[in-house]
């Protein structure tokens, strides 16, 4: 399989506990973003990064949230001290892309759910 | 104001009929234009991307660019109970960096019945 990939797909944990998640792009892609989605909402923007940098985080992303990419290729997503309002679907999406008017087509994995309880 | 704004629907019709989703989006900055297709409890698959204005189709898919009036939509000829599902509109906007996050509306679900 050469799409996005996400590990785990589903993560109960307890308030107050630390979570990481990962994320493999599609091999070639330089971009990978994180985006989070709550139910009936559309995905919102996390943070991304051209290949090791990260480039743009969100005011969304607090300091609880911290995310790497440390040799270009996959990222891992860590929350610590979840609290009930981090229950949410974790998307990874990776693009290939350059600068100026790139096409920059992002392709989603099939998600993280987290249950915080 | 948000970037993106869709109305969430429900949108019902029946199958073999032409379904039609609007997105406005707020910032002239914004670039290329995306529609995505999202079954419950999935994950975002992408459908059509556009970039200039006019129409451009793909199957019975055809997305509609005005960019004077700041307005995209996604019509879905021969509906068909697989493509009941929610809709997601994203654009992306060049805010004087290289093009990166996507900002998208909440989606529209519709309802396709036999």
């Known amino acids: 399989d050469t799409g996005v990939s996400q590990d785990p797909r589903h993560k109960i944990t307890k308030r107050g506990q630390n979570v990481t998640f990962r994320c493999d792009p599609i091999s070639e892609h330089n971009r990978l973003y994180w985006y989070r989605q709550t139910l009936g909402q559309g995905p919102e923007f996390l943070t991304y990064?051209?290949?090791?940098?990260?480039?743009?985080k969100s005011r969304l992303l607090s300091d609880r949230f911290s995310a790497e990419r440390p040799k270009g290729s996959f990222s891992t997503l860590e929350i610590q001290r979840t609290e009930q309002g981090d229950s949410a679907m974790y998307l990874c999406?990776?693009?290939?892309?350059?600068?100026?008017?790139?096409?920059?087509?992002?392709?989603f994995g099939a998600g993280t759910r987290l249950s915080v309880l | 104001q948000k970037e993106v704004e869709q109305n969430s629907g429900p949108l019902s019709v029946p199958e073999g009929a032409i379904a039609s989703l609007n997105c406005t989006y707020s910032?002239?900055?914004?670039?290329?234009f995306f529609w995505y297709r999202q079954y419950s409890g999935k994950s975002p698959e992408l459908i059509m991307f556009?970039?200039?204005?006019g129409d451009k189709e793909d199957g019975r898919f055809t997305a509609q660019l005005n960019k004077a009036s700041q307005y995209v939509s996604l019509l879905i000829r021969d509906s068909q109970p697989s493509d009941s599902a929610t809709y997601l509109c994203a654009v992306n906007i060049d805010r004087g960096s290289t093009l990166g996050r996507l900002y998208f509306g909440r989606g529209t679900q519709l309802t396709v019945w036999p």
């Open positions: 556009i970039y200039s204005n």
């Open positions: 910032d002239r900055g914004s670039q290329s």
């Open positions: 999406a990776s693009s290939l892309a350059g600068w100026g008017l790139a096409k920059n087509i992002q392709y």
């Open positions: 990064f051209q290949n090791e940098a990260q480039l743009e």
